[in-house]
């Protein structure tokens, strides 16, 4: 997976802003060459000071930290710690000048993605099982599970399993 961030620096407010994919190494394109499975997320930045900003992430980080070391006591707590590590690097993202709480949070949501992606897995391969063994119930309660783990749309997890659920007409 490749991710790439635009900082708000390189994008014009209020006016039609252009993402080209040139393939550099192709000129003059002779040879046939693709993108897919791209995502897009736009996210508006907060605006406020320097210090307001830092402020607020370091609440933020605070929170995740907290929701982080409750992770095995809620099934939601974990998916919480995401979103606060993750509002801390969307307000951290407004600054020009990144200070080094950046880097401690963006490490926080690689490690917190990869365990919320690895649960994402087991359940949805819980589900798959139960499907297969054409257990309505099973299916149903994994679904709730995913519900539970991954409330809001936020994460990807939470649109598959609605994915699912329309899709097995649970």
Not at 141 to 162: K, S, Y
Request: glycine residues 2%; charged residues 30%.
């Amino acid at each position: 997976e490749l991710e790439q961030i635009l900082p708000p620096s390189l994008l014009r407010r209020n006016a039609n802003n252009q993402l080209l994919f040139d393939n550099a190494l192709n000129p003059p394109g002779r040879d046939p060459w693709r993108i897919w499975n791209l995502r897009l997320e736009i996210i508006p930045v907060p605006e406020a000071t320097p210090e307001q900003l830092i402020l607020s992430a370091r609440e933020a980080a605070k929170a995740g930290a907290r929701f982080y070391e409750l992770k095995d006591v809620g099934a939601e707590n974990l998916f919480k710690a995401w979103r606060e590590y993750r509002a801390a690097w969307i307000t951290l993202e407004a600054l020009d000048d990144k200070p080094e709480l950046y880097e401690d949070v963006r490490e926080r949501i690689a490690q917190i993605s990869t365990e919320l992606n690895h649960r994402c897995s087991q359940l949805m391969m819980q589900f798959q099982r139960a499907v297969q063994f054409r257990s309505r119930r099973d299916a149903v309660a994994t679904l709730e599970d995913v519900r539970r783990r991954f409330p809001t749309a936020e994460h990807r997890c939470h649109n598959l399993a609605q994915e699912k659920a329309y899709e097995h007409e649970l």
